[in-house]
């Protein structure tokens, strides 16, 4: 089987255009060894682009999977009217919310380490979850656990393309084989088909999202649980970071599974600009990514304002991504009516066919509205809008 992802301009990996990724290949660009350089170094500095190439022979150090690469980068319009392409909720908190957090988080002892085990927030996550305190995982946002589990397990990182990139970025900066496994013409889930790549490449972690950023699908919840019952040595990863918008959870299967994490975020319920994700495990999984999470992850500012939003803020959250699901229906009816193929989505975002992306990015942006657009490959004729407030929705409409 080949799995293979055309490129996306946010994915450094794929700029250029070095993500396909053979499942069954004999040398692997991944390989710790010539990622290391233990193998010959085959391209000399002089020969590398002029950035790398300004380095000197240090840039021969630099792993050739990475060579090729750039950074994550998000462009901005010159006047924002609305920010439609990170899949963050639309809504601040209200003022209220605000002045009382402003207070909490005045009585931070700043010059001290925060708590490297967050005793106030686990206990208050813990409650809040249902789940026994050492279950869980704190994160500089999801993508930090990404990267701790590609860390904690050795082996290849195996996930559906496509999918979220950091994803193949944490595989990537370990150093480790990536198995990607393409979605249907509609991007639902080859269930055969990753279940035969486990088979055939014993992926140490599996991530699943779900529902799946940048499609908006939701494949089958049960499928992650199957896994993880049919493959005990494998780390199989339910990323719930869009709960808040499809409503299901993986949670309460994890008791029976020691192989099963389920992954959240506060980033899409109104706090991304906090950084706190956690993982739910069997406390021995938790106690394995414990030895390699960086002690201080979470800054002591990071652990006041997650406690509180999580004690005082839910029900806002809650609603205000009641209103996005609501208004989801509404701005997809409204671009069907235009014509446009819409995916079904159960995550604050749509993911919209459309002749041109280029163009209609560049229309888009010059009205001020930023949405996301990938580069050549299976997502080319693609953008994907964040599902935002009802002006923002009439706006969008108005500019397309
Ligand atoms: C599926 C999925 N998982 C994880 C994340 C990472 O979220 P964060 O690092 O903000 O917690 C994202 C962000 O877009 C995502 O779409």
Redesign the pocket.
Known sequence: MQVSQGSDPFCPASVAGICSVQVSQGSDPFCPASVAGIGPRAVRYADMSDDLAALGPLAERIPPVLRATAAYHVPVPPTLVAKLD??ELPYPLPLELRTKLGAVLAEVALERYPDPAARQLRAAAAKHLGVDGEQITF????????AMLCAAFAGPILYPVP??V?YRMAAMNRGLPAVEVPLGPRFELDEAAVVQAIRERKPSVVFL?LP???TGTLWRMEFAVELAAAHRDTVIVS?E??LAYAGVTNLDHVAAHPNLVV?R????IGL?GL???FTVAHRELAGVLERVRPPYNLSSLDQAAATFMIEHAMPWCEARAAEVVAERAHLAAALAERGFDVLPSA?NLLLVRVVDAKAVHAKLSAAGISVRMFGPGRLSDYIRITVGTPAESAALLTSL
Do not use: H, Q, W
Request: no cysteine.
């Open positions: 990170a899949n994160g500089n946002g999801s993508d930090e656990l990404i999918s979220f950091y999202a799946n950023n940048p990323d970071a869009y992954m975020t506060l980033s899409k991304a950084r706190v994700g995550a």
